[in-house]
């Protein structure tokens, strides 16, 4: 029999990887209880936030680059990228302007830059790639990806024809853009975006309004914060004849999407579409009997393009059964029945806090996966 797992992270928690070695460890403890012979494949999956790059190096191979860059702060921290065995590089913005670098006093959407983003993908051009992928989910940015692109040699020029700096809060500033000192390596690169999100630059939708809060900003905040995207966003039309306000997934990583489309003319792809391809997913779940994923919570949000629903997707069109097995299952979590998902349980075996429930989610994996597939195992019997 063969099991394929490949659950997303369980954030805050878990990573892809633990996860999966979590399930792995369960499954292989009911198979032996039940003397059955089981063979296990592992495929960390990632969404482009968080773990990307740890997911898809441990999935398809390759190797991790190790490199200096700054936080969202400005601040000089060690971060990372990787490298496939074809040269193409994973990047996930994250590693250096992610929220998880930021103590929660630390968050504010004013001053946080992507700069160090921009130095990861100029890293990653001076060793020689020239195919990237960029995972751009967990930012603490909300600066339009301006720092991403000051990174790379664009300058954001003020009325007195000095550059601006930091933060969402500058960018009301920006009266023109250069382009000329713009790394022209980037021309030649291939670059694909794993993103998710749908959300466009601006309004009730968007960048600001929707994440805004959870990195910082106040009420107060959003409202500049959104109308300094909408003039960024004017004047990146005016100056490179580019309308990119509206298109979908711009309003992503505070509106990292935005720039990415802009200056390094990237293409937006959904992260679970991104993983599969890189690991011929859909080679792997043709050949397994049974599919187990999972993800932190799971619930009607999943159906917009989350791990298990990518799995669920594929596997419908096989025939297989999947197991969802997650944190917890939340609002209209049984819409994903009709999504290709055969079942969904929770680790949760007992009233706890959120707290004890994130320290001891590889353990209380372990034992649902091992509970799981003892009773899959009892039906195979039979």
């Known amino acids: 029999m063969k099991v394929l797992i490949a659950p997303d992270s369980f954030k805050g928690s878990l990573t892809s990887l633990q996860a999966a070695n979590a399930m792995e460890r369960g499954v292989l403890k009911a198979a032996f209880s ?19 790059v740890e997911a898809v190096i441990c999935a398809a191979g390759g ?48 001053v946080t830059t992507t700069y160090g983003t921009g130095q990861l993908i ?70 694909v975006v ?25 009420p107060e905040m959003v409202e500049i914060l959104d109308e300094n995207l909408r003039h ?7 100056d490179l004849g580019k309308d990119i306000a509206e298109v979908p997934g711009s309003g992503a990583a505070g509106g990292l999407g935005a720039a990415l489309m802009a200056f390094l003319n990237s293409k937006l792809r959904p992260g679970i579409e991104i993983m599969m391809d890189i690991t011929h997913f859909s080679d792997r779940v043709s050949n397994a009997n049974l599919i187990i994923t999972g993800e932190g919570c799971t619930d009607y949000q999943t159906l917009f393009g989350k791990v298990p629903f990518g799995i669920g997707q594929v596997a419908k069109r096989f025939n297989k059964p999947v197991i969802c097995i997650s944190g917890s299952l939340g609002e209209d979590y049984e819409q994903l029945y009709d999504a290709g998902i055969t079942a969904l349980f929770s680790i949760i075996n007992r009233p706890m806090t959120l ?10 994996l372990e034992k649902v996966s091992e509970n799981v597939f003892r009773l899959y195992l009892s039906r195979e019997v039979r």
């Open 122 to 191: 100029r890293s990653a051009l001076d060793h020689g790639c020239r195919k990237l992928i960029i995972g751009i989910g967990g930012s603490a940015t909300n600066d339009g990806g301006v720092g991403m692109a000051q990174a790379l040699g664009v300058k954001f020029l003020d009325a007195e024809g000095k550059n601006i700096g930091f933060g969402g809060g500058e960018l009301s500033k920006i009266e023109r853009i250069d382009i000329s000192g713009l790394d022209p390596r980037v021309k030649g690169a291939d670059i």
């Open 232 to 238: 960024l966003a004017e004047v990146i039309k005016v």
């Open 355 to 364: 707290e004890e429930a994130m320290e001891r989610g590889e353990e209380l």
């Open 34 to 52: 039940a003397n059955a012979v089981v063979e296990v494949y592992k495929i960390p999956m990632a969404d482009g936030g968080e773990g990307t």
């Open 194 to 218: 794993a993103c998710d999100v749908k959300n466009v630059l601006c309004g009730p939708q968007g960048a600001s309004a929707v994440y805004g809060p959870q990195k910082g900003a106040t």
């Open 63 to 110: 190797r991790i680059v190790k490199t200096r860059v700054l936080d969202p702060l400005g601040r000089t921290i060690n971060s990372f990228f990787g490298v496939l065995s074809d040269g193409t590089a994973v990047i996930e913005m994250a590693a250096a302007s992610g929220l998880n670098l930021l103590k929660p006093g630390e968050r504010n959407p004013m």
